[in-house]
């Protein structure tokens, strides 16, 4: 119970966000707080919640993972061209492309722990390597990918629920048990805070670094199967911005950008809230061009808000 109490209150001021911005957005247009409308905003985001747990165990480590959405690109491309043009079986498809995503963090990981490279830099490089390998995959074609099997995988409804919500709730179940009752999570904290101390306390600091990344990795491989199986095709723009969404929700739940301070429960409500905004933009019949802009604004507000957090503590 203390636990639970205290997990609420860290999160009260995001929280109290989210709710007044569901009232003006309700306010705006009725339409909102509908039953179909709350679970369509779910499945919508079911993706970026997904993301967002291997976005949130990166920053932890006061490090970054801009990778992300060429990964769900990759893998989901990977998905389709294997089905449609080699006619693999879905048993093998579907952990090929989670292994992918995984393969992909095991290289980001690998490059920044052991070799050393600024995290920025390792997923700007494979950020760009995957975008490539999807053009040449899908050779600026959608692929469209025709087996039930496959498509039922995102569009499957235990009556309003879609199995996408059931997946993101499975990710973020999983991510708060990693991060909060195992010795990975205890380390992954240790290693924002400061890394040089957790090292002379004995921890594996290569190997604990790395491996958020490859977990992350692996988090967007299943990313790309839910979004390829929704849409029933993959284009080589798939997942393009998706990195913008998870950094957002995770920094404006709460999680510190310098690393050490954040939780699941804090990102999820992070993730609500850019669904808010842009299911609330759609509503409204507001030009999308515009979402980005409001990204941009509040990844800026809660970084500088941050900031100022920080001073204020150590004053």
């Not at 919500?165 to 999983?174: F, K, R």
């Not at 600091?205 to 990795?217: A, D, E, S, T």
Request: hydrophobic letters at 50%; one cysteine or more; glycine letters at 14%.
């Amino acid at each position: 119970m203390k636990t639970v109490t205290s997990y609420f209150k860290r999160n009260l001021g995001t929280l109290a966000g989210l709710l007044i911005l569901i009232v003006i957005v309700n306010f705006a247009t009725p339409k909102f707080l509908t039953q179909s409308n709350i679970f369509n905003l779910l499945k919508a985001n079911s993706v970026n919640a997904i993301i967002s747990c291997g976005m949130l165990m990166a920053i932890l480590m006061g490090e970054i993972d801009i990778s992300v959405g060429s990964i769900v690109g990759l893998s989901g491309v990977i998905a389709a061209y294997t089905i449609t043009n080699l006619n693999f079986p879905i048993f093998v498809v579907v952990p090929l492309i989670i292994l992918v995503g995984g393969l992909v963090g095991v290289i980001n990981g690998y490059f920044i722990s052991y070799i050393g490279v600024p995290a920025f830099v390792a997923t700007l490089a494979t950020q760009s390597i995957g975008r490539g390998l999807t053009e040449i995959l899908t050779n600026g074609v959608t692929i469209r990918i025709r087996n039930d099997a496959y498509t039922g995988l995102g569009n499957t409804n235990f009556g309003p629920v879609s199995i996408t919500i059931i997946y993101a709730g499975i990710v973020l179940i999983l991510t708060w048990f990693l991060l909060n009752r195992t010795r990975f999570g205890y380390y992954v904290y240790a290693l924002g805070g400061n890394k040089q101390a957790a090292q002379y306390s004995g921890v594996n600091v290569k190997k604990y670094n790395m491996l958020p990344y490859v977990i992350g990795g692996l988090f967007c491989g299943l990313g790309g199967m839910i979004w390829s199986a929704r849409l029933g095709s993959a284009a080589a723009m798939l997942g393009a911005g998706f990195e913008m969404d998870a950094i957002a929700a995770v920094v404006i739940g709460g999680t510190s950008m310098s690393g050490g301070v954040g939780t699941v429960g804090g990102t999820f409500i992070g993730v609500l809230i850019m669904g808010v905004i842009t299911n609330g933009l759609n509503l409204m019949g507001i030009n999308s061009f515009w979402q980005d802009v409001f990204k941009g604004i509040i990844i800026m507000a809660a970084v500088v808000f941050d900031i100022l957090r920080k001073k204020r503590a150590k004053s």
